[in-house]
């Protein structure tokens, strides 16, 4: 069992945690925030616990996580891809985008590092 393959992004405030737990068994720390956010299960199986309470959730699938309550995602099946989303809250934060993510046009990679920090 190990934590998943985690890749960052984010763009106009909002922030996307993208998961990939390639083995089952496979987890995330259980954790709080301060806020309320979504998890996007795009493929697989999670087990996902808060409060002691285990409740299984099989793609696709939107999982609503309340403010405050600690939570931990566990996969079920191989190869299984989630993502947290949530505005950011904080003043400044700056946009991070992976150039990978960006479809392939100089004048708008070049827009881009103008604008924002390209995480490389």
Avoid: W
Avoid at 28 to 41: M, R
Avoid at 46 to 53: P, Y
Avoid at 91 to 101: K, N, Q, V, Y
Avoid at 105 to 115: R, T, V
């Amino acid at each position: 069992m190990a934590q998943p393959t985690v890749n960052i992004g984010c763009v106009s405030n909002l922030f996307v945690r993208q998961m990939h737990f390639v083995d089952v068994g496979d987890f995330e720390q259980g954790h709080a925030h301060c806020f309320d956010h979504l998890t996007l299960l795009a493929k697989g199986k999670l087990a996902v616990k808060i409060n002691d309470e285990v409740t299984e959730f099989t793609a696709p699938q939107m999982i609503f996580i309340k403010a405050e309550l600690r939570h931990e995602l566990t996969a079920l099946s191989e190869n299984t891809v989630a993502y947290c989303i949530h505005a950011l809250r904080e003043e400044g934060t700056a946009d991070i985008i992976d150039p990978s993510m960006v479809p392939k046009s100089d004048a708008l990679l070049a827009l881009l590092q103008s604008l924002v920090i390209l995480e490389k």
